[in-house]
């Protein structure tokens, strides 16, 4: 289920991303190109099952993808999905540094309205 507020930001790919394992997860991935839920658990202090709860919703918000690869899944992150989130990212920054600067405008207006 993607829920896509106004802005289109999806809020299930980034409740996804807000995890930090899953965060990690996602670096792990990008660094050796795909890995299994057990040569993932390896690299983390959590167990398999985890990282394979982890990475089903990595999964469902499309971040990831797997292929089987025997009794196991192999798991590559989505070049497309993650650079929609880069864009996301970049689209929400940009309106919170828009809001920033209007805020530090009227404190300053505030400022000159004291001192005057």
């Given at each position: 289920m993607n829920t896509t507020?106004?802005?289109?930001v999806d809020d299930d790919l980034w409740s996804a991303i807000g995890?930090?394992?899953r965060r990690r997860l996602l670096d792990l991935l990008?660094?050796?190109?795909?890995g299994t839920a057990t040569s993932l658990s390896r690299q983390l202090p959590v167990t398999r099952q985890a990282v394979a709860k982890h990475l089903g919703v990595l999964?469902?918000?499309?971040?990831?993808?797997a292929t089987p690869a025997?009794?196991?899944?192999?798991y590559r992150v989505d070049d497309a999905q993650l650079a929609r989130a880069v864009a996301q990212l970049a689209s929400v920054g940009s309106a919170w540094d828009a809001r920033l600067q209007r805020i530090r405008r009227i404190a300053e207006a505030i400022q000159r309205a004291?001192?005057?």
């Open positions: 507020v106004a802005g289109g995890d930090p394992t990008l660094v050796d190109g795909d999964d469902r918000v499309g971040l990831v993808r025997g009794r196991e899944k192999r004291q001192q005057d």
